[in-house]
């Protein structure tokens, strides 16, 4: 059943590296609660299969893109993997505007630029419970090589050490679980408490050596 917010409409950043789960505890915190949405990222990666123009993302060419950067369009933006990622400005102000706390999926380096022009923002670092769990959710998704694969763990490993900028923490073991955090914390400001005692220095070590096992690499 859809909740009220017990706090005032925000924007909240949720971060995490590439498999740590952000965008699918995005989608289903903004499924289950009707004041808050998601806000629809602009970018020149090409769509993939299932993925909806205007719904997913913004699905747009560098040409546009670039001129969106010189128009001021954007709250945050990046190139990452070679693709530009950016959030509208005006979109994020509009729900604002109606009493919606806007959830932005984006990474450390936008995380940076919405801190420096947004006064009321929550930011989370989503992690995984271990570096050969996040190395197995990569190949699960069956979209990257086993090339691609070794390169989003080695950019991880950079990503995670970001974590010390962030309000909160939370360790993506269980998805249920982790979604009942989320939720607690967007709308009744409940601290999460799933990274305590978790040893973050481990993980990022971990995640800089990790090898993928003989069997997964072979069916990429």
């Known amino acids: 059943m859809p909740q009220t917010a017990a706090i005032p409409a925000r924007v909240v950043i949720l971060s995490a590296p590439s498999g740590g789960g952000k965008s699918s505890l995005a989608r289903a915190l903004v499924e289950s609660c009707d004041t808050v949405v998601?806000?629809?990222s602009h970018t020149t990666r090409p769509r993939r299969e299932g993925e909806t123009d205007g719904v997913d993302y913004s699905f747009v060419d560098d040409r546009v893109f670039e001129h969106m950067i010189e128009a001021g369009d954007f709250l945050e933006y990046a190139r990452v993997f070679g693709h530009y990622y950016g959030t509208s400005r005006t979109a994020v102000d509009q729900f604002l505007a109606r009493g919606k706390s806007v959830v932005l999926d984006i990474?450390?380096?936008g995380a940076q630029e919405v801190r420096r022009s947004v006064a009321d923002?929550?930011?989370v670092?989503?992690?995984p419970?271990?570096?050969e769990a996040l190395a197995g959710r990569l190949v699960s998704r069956g979209r990257d090589s086993a090339k691609e694969i070794r390169e989003r763990m080695a950019e991880a490993a950079s990503e995670m050490s970001h974590h010390v900028e962030y309000d909160h923490i939370m360790v993506n073991a269980d998805f249920a679980t982790a979604l009942v955090e989320l939720r607690a914390l967007v709308?009744?400001?409940?601290?999460p408490v799933s990274a305590c005692g978790f040893n973050i220095e481990a993980l990022v070590h971990c995640a800089k050596n990790v090898r993928l096992k003989t069997s997964d690499?072979?069916?990429l």
């Open 121 to 123: 923002v929550v930011s």
């Open 38 to 40: 998601a806000s629809v």
């Open 217 to 219: 690499a072979a069916s």
């Open 107 to 109: 990474d450390w380096q």
């Open 125 to 127: 670092y989503i992690l």
């Open 129 to 131: 419970p271990s570096a």
């Open 187 to 191: 709308l009744n400001g409940v601290a």
